[in-house]
C-alpha cells in the first residue's frame, strides 16, 4: 500500500480531509434541520433571502450524492473487472461507506485517493476508473493487471500521481493521457507496454518522476522530453530504444537519476551530461555508446552516486577526473575497450563500495590505495591485462569486500594469506593468471562461497600444499571450487569427501593428482559438477556415484581408471553429461545408462568396453549434442532403435567391431552433422536412407567390408561436405551427381573396386580433395589425376563372311597409316611445342635485358643437377641450387651469382603449360615481393630430350613453411619467427597479392598460395613464387566464353584451396583472398590446416573463430608471447588478435564477405606499425 507522506508534501492535506468524511451523514442531518426551521419563518425580505439560501443548499447536497453515487459505481466496476484472489476488496459493499472501503480516501465525500498496489489483483481496469473526477492519486502498482491502459484515465484532470508499474498491462501508452496537465508521477514500469516514447509527454510541465523501465517501447527518445523542466527521474531502461541520446535531455536543470540503460541506444555521450551538476545516477549501461570519456568527466558532478557504463563500446583511457567524484558508490566501467592503466586517484575515493572495470584492454599494476579501501564491497577487473603481484598486506583493510575478481590477467606471484583478513568475503576469483607456490591454508578457513583459482600455476604435494583444502572441510557454506589447470599433484587428499554437502561444482581438471577417487565422494550429495579430467588417477570409478542425485555433469576423462562403468550411473538423474573417455574401462555398457532420460552428450571412447550397446542408450530422445563410443571393442549390429536419436548432432562409433549392416533407421537421424563408422567390420550395401540427412556435414565409412554401388542419392545432400568411402568392396561407377554437390569438399573412395568414367566438375575437379587410389578400372576424370581415357565398346557383331576376311586386312592397313601420320603429326607437335616454347623464353628474356644461359651452364652450376643441390621438388618440377657466372645488369663484369634452378619434368602431363603459365605470368610483373627471375633456359638436355628451367635468385631463408613448423628443418633450434617477424611477412604477402590483383593488367590469379610458396630472402623479405598454376582474369566481356584461361580445372593444395574452386571451378581473386586468410591464421597459431590438431570435420578458420576474441590466447603459437615484457603484453596482444581478425575475415565462405586485398594490405601494415612501435622497431 502507498503510504500518503511516501508521495509528496502536496498530498498531505488529504490524510488530515478523509478524517471529515466519517462524518458525513451526521452532518447531512443537520443540514435538513436548519432547512426546517427557516421555512417556519414568515415570508419577509429576509425570509425570502433564507430560502434562497435554502433551495441552492439543497441543490449542491444533491449533486454531491449524485457524485458520491457516480464514485461508487465506479469503484464496484473496477473492483467487478478484476479477480481478487486474496479478498482485499471484499468489503467494497454496502455495509459501509464507499470513503470506509479499503485503500479509498475521500475529501468531502469525493474518491481523491485509490490506492490497492501489492494485492495480486488480476484481470484488467475499467475504464470506468475516469469517472472519479476528484482522483489525485492513483497506485495499482505490484498486481496482475493486464489489458490496455484505458483511456479514460486521461479524464482525470487533477490526477497527480500514477503508478501502474509491475503488472502487465500490453498496447500503447495512451495518446489521453496527455491530458493530465497536473501529473507529477507517472509509474508505468515493470509491464509489456509497445510503440514508442510518446512526443506528448514533453507538454506535462509538472512532471517530475517518470518511469517506462522493463516494457517493450521502440524508436527514439523524443527530443521533446528536454522541455520538462521540473524533471528529477527519468528511466527508460530494459526496452528496446534505438537512436542516441538527446542533446536536449543534458539540458534539464534538476535532473538527479538518469536511467537508460539495456536499449540499443549508440552513439556518443552527449557532452551536456557531464556538467550536470544535479546528477546523482547516470545508468546507460548495456548498450551501444562508444567514443572516449573528456578528460574532466568527474569535475563536474559533485553529487553522483552511481554511475554504470559498463558493456558499451567506450574507448580511450579512464580519466584521472573520476577521483573528483567524491560521492560516488558504485563505479561500473566493465565490458568497454578502455586503455591504460586504472588512475591512482580512483584508488582514494572515499565512498566507493563497487568498482567494476572488467573486459576492457587495461593494463599495468593494480594502484596500491585499493588495497586500502575500506568501503569496498566488489572490486573486478576481471580480463585485462594487469600485471605483477598482489602486496603482501592484501586484504587486511577490507573488512566489507565480499566480492574479489581479478581473474584473466597476468597477475603472478604467490596468493598472500592477508587475503583471509578480508572476512566478509564470499566470492575470490584468480583464475587465469600466473600465480605460483601453495594455496595458503588460511585461505581455506576463510569459507568463501566460490573459491576460483583455475588455470594458474599452483601447486601441491603428498608433502604439502593441500591443507588448504582440509580448512574448507570446516566451511558449510561453500558452493564451488574450481582449481582446474594448475600443478596440484600427489594423491587425491580425502578431505575432498568432508568438504560440505551443500558444494555444487568440483573442478580438479587438467592437473598432476594421481591415487583413487576417495569412495567418501558420493558424501557430497548437493554436487552439481565433478570434474576431475586428464589427471593420473587409478582404480575404480567408486560405485556409490549414483548417490549423486544432483550431479548434471561427470567428467572422468583421460585418466587411468579401470573397472566397470558402474550401473548406479543410470541412478543419476539429473545428469546431462557422462564423460568417462580415455581410460582403461572394460566390461560391458550397463543398460541402465537408458534411465539418463536428460543426457545430452555421451563419451565413453578409447576404453576397451565390450559386448553390445544396450538398446537403452538408442531410446534416449534427449541426446543431441554428442554420442562418441570409438575406439572401443563394441561389437554386435546396430539395433534399429538407432533412428530414435532424431535430435543427435554427432554420432562416432569408429573402431570398434560392429558387425552387420549400416541400419537404414540411420536416415531418421535429421540431426546428425557427423556420422562415424569407420574401422568396424559392416557388410552389406550402403543404404541409400542416408541420403535423408540433410545436416549431414562428415561421413566416414571407411575401412568395413561394404559391398555395392555407391548410393547415387547421397548427391542430394546438401550440406555434406567431407564423404569416407575408401577400404571397402564397392564397385560399379562412380555417380555423376556427385559432382553437382557444391558442399562437398573431400571425397575418398580409394581402394575399393570402382570403375568407369571419373567425373570432371566439383570435387573432381580438385584433386587434392579427391583421392581415389587402388580402383584399376577408373577412366576418365581431369587430366591430373593421369587416368586412361574412356573406351566405347561396340556390342553389334557382324556375321557375313565377308566382313570377316576384309576387316582384318582393312585393319592392319589403317593401322599401318594411323602410325605413319601418328609419327609425323609428333615430329610436327615437337617442333611447334620447341617453337611456342622458344617465343615463350625470348619474350621472358625480352631482348638484351636477361642474360641467356644454356643447359651445359646450369648443369655445371648444379653439378649436374645432383640430389646434393636439390633443395625441393613437386609435380612438375624440381628446385637446385647452383653457383652461375653472369654479367650483372649495367656491366659487363662476369659474377658468380648464387641461383635457384626450376627444372621442369616434361615427362609429366601438365609439366609443359605450367612452365608457359610460370612464363607468362613472371613476364608480366615486377615487385619488390615476388620471385625474381634471372633467365629461363629452352634447350635440349644431354640425352636429347626437350630440357625447360627457370633460373631465380636464390632465396638463402628457404620458405616460410619451414620456419612456421621448423621440425622440417635438419636442425631446428632457433628457427623461430618473433611477432615483428611474422607482421612483416604477412605484410609482404598481402603487397605482392594486391599488386597481383590491382596493379596488373589483366589481374594475375596465383591460385596455389601456402606457406611452401613463400620463400624468405637474407633479411626476411617474404616474396611469392611458384607461379605453376597462375591464370590471368580476362574480362568475359571482351573474350566471350572462349576465356578457358579462368575456368581451368583447379589445382591447389589441399586445405588452402578456395572451397568454391571445388564446385564452379572459376577463379577470382576471392580465391587467393581466402589462401591468404588461412595462411594469415597458420602465422599466428603455429599450425597447418591439414594439421592432426583439427579432427571430427574442424577447420583451421572454425577453430580459431571460437575462440575469437575472448579466448585468442588458447590457439596462438605459444611462441609468440613467451618472450614479452610484461609492458608490452597488451599491445601485442590486441595487435595479434586484430591480424586474426583480419584473418577470419579473409577466409569466409562466401567469396562476395571476404575482404578485398588492398584492404586487408593497409589494416596489416597499420597493425604491423603499431606493433613495431610498441616494440621499440
Not at 504 to 513: D, K, M, T, V
Request: proline residues 5%; contains cysteine; charged residues 15%.
Amino acid at each position: 500500500m502507498l503510504e500518503p507522506h511516501s508521495i509528496s508534501a502536496s498530498f498531505t492535506s488529504l490524510e488530515a480531509a478523509s478524517h471529515a468524511s466519517s462524518d458525513y451523514s451526521q452532518s447531512t442531518e443537520r443540514s435538513r434541520n436548519t432547512s426546517l426551521e427557516a421555512a417556519s419563518h414568515t415570508f419577509s425580505a429576509s425570509g425570502f433571502m433564507a430560502l434562497l439560501l435554502l433551495l441552492l443548499q439543497l441543490g449542491t447536497l444533491v449533486a454531491a450524492a449524485a457524485a458520491a453515487g457516480t464514485d461508487r459505481d465506479a469503484l464496484l466496476a473496477i473492483k467487478a473487472a478484476v479477480s481478487d484472489p486474496s479478498g482485499k476488496l471484499r468489503s467494497w459493499n454496502d455495509t459501509a461507506h464507499l470513503c470506509q472501503w479499503p485503500g479509498v480516501n475521500c475529501t468531502a465525500g469525493r474518491v481523491t485517493w485509490l490506492d490497492v498496489s501489492g494485492h495480486g489483483l488480476t484481470g484488467t481496469l475499467s475504464p470506468a476508473v475516469g469517472d472519479l473526477s476528484d482522483l489525485k492519486v492513483l497506485n495499482l502498482t505490484g498486481n496482475g493487471i493486464s489489458g490496455s491502459i484505458p483511456a479514460s484515465l486521461g479524464r482525470l484532470r487533477r490526477l497527480t500521481y500514477l503508478s501502474l508499474g509491475d503488472n502487465a498491462f500490453t498496447g500503447v501508452i495512451p495518446a489521453a493521457l496527455g491530458n493530465l496537465t497536473a501529473i507529477e508521477v507517472m509509474f508505468l514500469d515493470y509491464n509489456h507496454l509497445t510503440g514508442g516514447v510518446p512526443e506528448w509527454l514533453g507538454s506535462l510541465q509538472s512532471l517530475n518522476n517518470l518511469g517506462l523501465t522493463n516494457n517493450s517501447l521502440s524508436g527514439c527518445i523524443p527530443p521533446s522530453l528536454g522541455n520538462l523542466t521540473n524533471i528529477r527521474l527519468l528511466r527508460l531502461g530494459e526496452n528496446l530504444l534505438e537512436g542516441g541520446i538527446p542533446n536536449t535531455l543534458s539540458r534539464l536543470p534538476n535532473l538527479c537519476v538518469f536511467q537508460v540503460y539495456t536499449n540499443h541506444l549508440a552513439g556518443e555521450i552527449p557532452p551536456g551530461f557531464f556538467n550536470m551538476s544535479s546528477l546523482q545516477e547516470f545508468s546507460i549501461d548495456d548498450n551501444g555508446f562508444h567514443g572516449e570519456l573528456p578528460v574532466d568527466a568527474g569535475a563536474r558532478w559533485p553529487h553522483l552516486q552511481k554511475l554504470f557504463l559498463n558493456e558499451n563500446g567506450l574507448t580511450g583511457p579512464i580519466p584521472p577526473s573520476l577521483g573528483n567524484l567524491t560521492s560516488i558508490q558504485l563505479l561500473m566501467l566493465g565490458g568497454n575497450r578502455l586503455e591504460g592503466g586504472i588512475p591512482d586517484a580512483l584508488s582514494h575515493l572515499p565512498d566507493l563500495r563497487i568498482f567494476q572495470v572488467y573486459r576492457n584492454r587495461l593494463t599495468g599494476e593494480i594502484p596500491s590505495g585499493f588495497f586500502n579501501m575500506s568501503s569496498l564491497r566488489e572490486f573486478s577487473i576481471v580480463d585485462n591485462g594487469f600485471h605483477g603481484e598482489l602486496p603482501a598486506g592484501a586484504g587486511a583493510r577490507w573488512p566489507h569486500l565480499q566480492n574479489l575478481l581479478l581473474g584473466d590477467n597476468g597477475l603472478s606471484g604467490p596468493i598472500p594469506a592477508s587475503l583471509a583478513m578480508a572476512s566478509s568475503l564470499r566470492i575470490l576469483s584468480l583464475a587465469n593468471n600466473s600465480f605460483t607456490g601453495h594455496v595458503p591454508p588460511e585461505i581455506g578457513r576463510l569459507c568463501v562461497q566460490y573459491l576460483e583459482l583455475g588455470n594458474n600455476e599452483l601447486t601441491a604435494t603428498d608433502v604439502g600444499g593441500w591443507e588448504f583444502l582440509d580448512a574448507l572441510t570446516n566451511c558449510s557454506g561453500v558452493v564451488g571450487i574450481y582449481l582446474n589447470r594448475n600443478k596440484l599433484g600427489g594423491a587425491m587428499p580425502g578431505s575432498v569427501a568432508r568438504l560440505s554437502p551443500e558444494l555444487q561444482g568440483l573442478s580438479l581438471a587438467f592437473n598432476r593428482i594421481s591415487g583413487e577417487i576417495p569412495s567418501g565422494i558420493t558424501n557430497l550429495i548437493g554436487l552439481q559438477t565433478l570434474d576431475l579430467t586428464s589427471n593420473l588417477l587409478t582404480g575404480e570409478i567408486p560405485e556409490g556415484i549414483g548417490q549423486l542425485k544432483n550431479l548434471q555433469k561427470l567428467r572422468l576423462r583421460e585418466n587411468k581408471l579401470t573397472g566397470h562403468v558402474p550401473s548406479s550411473i543410470g541412478g543419476l538423474s539429473q545428469l546431462l553429461s557422462l564423460d568417462l573417455g580415455n581410460n582403461l574401462l572394460n566390461g560391458s555398457i550397463p543398460p541402465s545408462i537408458g534411465s539418463l532420460k536428460l543426457l545430452t552428450q555421451i563419451n565413453l571412447s578409447g576404453n576397451k568396453l565390450t559386448g553390445h550397446v544396450p538398446k537403452q542408450l538408442f531410446l534416449l530422445p534427449s541426446l543431441s549434442v554428442a554420442m562418441n563410443l570409438s575406439d572401443n571393442r563394441l561389437d554386435g549390429q546396430l539395433p534399429h532403435e538407432i533412428g530414435q536419436l532424431m535430435q543427435l548432432a554427432t554420432m562416432a562409433l569408429s573402431g570398434n567391431r560392429f558387425s552387420g549392416e549400416v541400419p537404414t533407421e540411420l536416415g531418421s537421424c535429421q540431426s546428425l552433422e557427423f556420422l562415424g563408422l569407420d574401422r568396424n567390420l559392416f557388410v552389406g550395401s550402403i543404404p541409400s536412407s542416408l541420403s535423408r540427412l540433410k545436416a549431414l556435414k562428415k561421413l566416414n565409412l571407411t575401412s568395413n567390408k561394404l559391398t555395392g554401388r555407391i548410393p547415387p542419392e547421397l548427391s542430394q545432400m546438401s550440406g555434406l561436405q567431407g564423404l569416407y568411402l575408401s577400404r571397402n568392396g564397392l564397385y560399379g561407377g562412380i555417380p555423376a551427381g556427385l559432382q553437382n554437390m557444391g558442399s562437398l569438399i573431400e571425397l575418398d573412395v580409394s581402394y575399393n573396386h570402382l570403375d568407369g568414367i571419373v567425373p570432371m566438375r566439383g570435387v573432381f575437379a580438385n584433386t587434392t580433395g579427391f583421392k581415389m587410389a587402388g580402383n584399376g578400372e577408373l577412366c576418365g576424370g581431369a587430366t591430373q589425376l593421369r587416368l586412361p581415357p574412356c573406351r566405347r565398346t561396340n556390342s553389334i557383331r557382324h556375321h557375313h563372311m565377308f566382313l570377316k576376311i576384309a576387316l582384318p586386312t582393312i585393319g592392319l592397313a589403317l593401322a599401318l597409316f594411323l602410325a605413319m601420320l601418328f609419327a609425323l603429326l609428333w615430329c610436327r607437335r615437337r617442333r611447334r611445342s620447341r617453337i611456342t616454347a622458344d617465343t615463350t623464353t625470348r619474350s621472358v628474356l625480352n631482348g638484351n635485358n636477361y642474360p641467356r644461359v644454356s643447359y651445359a651452364q646450369l648443369a655445371k652450376a648444379t653439378e649436374n643437377f645432383s640430389n646434393a643441390n636439390l633443395i625441393g621438388a613437386g609435380k612438375y618440377g624440381s628446385v637446385y641450387q647452383g653457383i652461375l657466372p653472369l654479367k650483372t645488369k649495367g656491366s659487363f663484369e662476369v659474377q658468380d651469382i648464387e641461383v635457384a634452378v626450376k627444372v621442369f619434368h616434361l615427362q609429366q602431363i601438365g609439366a609443359s603449360r605450367t612452365f608457359l603459365s610460370e612464363c607468362e605470368a613472371l613476364r608480366r610483373v615486377k615487385h619488390r615481393n615476388l620471385i625474381n627471375i634471372v633467365t629461363c633456359c629452352s634447350s635440349i638436355d644431354a640425352e636429347g630430350n626437350e630440357f625447360r628451367a627457370l633460373v631465380f635468385d636464390f632465396m638463402p631463408n628457404y620458405s616460410l613453411d619451414r620456419w612456421l613448423h621448423p621440425s622440417l628443418l635438419d636442425n631446428t633450434e632457433g628457427c623461430t619467427l618473433s611477432v615483428i617477424q611474422r607482421f612483416n611477412i604477412a605484410v609482404d604477402i598481402a603487397d605482392a597479392l594486391n599488386y597481383l590483383h590491382s596493379s596488373c593488367e589483366p589481374p594475375i590469379i596465383h591460385c596455389d598460395l601456402k606457406p611452401g610458396n613463400v620463400l624468405l630472402g637474407e633479411d626476411m623479405t617474404a616474396c611469392i613464387g611458384d607461379f605453376g598454376l597462375a591464370k590471368l582474369l580476362l574480362d568475359p566481356r571482351s573474350h566471350g566464353h572462349e576465356n578457358s584461361e579462368s575456368t581451368i580445372g583447379i589445382r591447389g593444395t589441399i586445405g588452402y584451396v578456395a572451397p568454391e574452386y571445388g564446385t564452379s571451378g572459376e577463379v577470382s581473386t576471392y580465391g587467393d583472398v581466402y589462401s591468404f586468410g588461412i595462411m594469415l591464421l597458420e602465422i599466428f597459431v603455429g599450425k597447418a590446416p591439414t594439421s592432426d590438431a583439427f579432427r571430427d570435420g574442424l577447420t583451421l578458420p572454425e577453430v580459431v573463430g571460437e575462440a575469437f576474441p575472448d579466448k585468442i590466447e588458447q590457439i596462438l603459437d605459444p611462441v609468440l608471447l613467451l618472450d614479452e615484457e610484461s609492458e608490452l603484453y597488451s599491445t601485442v596482444y590486441d595487435c595479434l588478435v586484430s591480424a586474426i581478425r583480419v584473418g577470419l575475415s579473409c577466409c569466409r565462405q562466401a567469396p562476395c564477405q571476404r575482404m578485398a586485398m588492398r584492404d586487408a594490405a593497409a589494416e596489416l601494415c597499420s597493425i604491423r606499425d603499431a606493433c613495431a612501435r610498441a616494440c621499440g622497431q
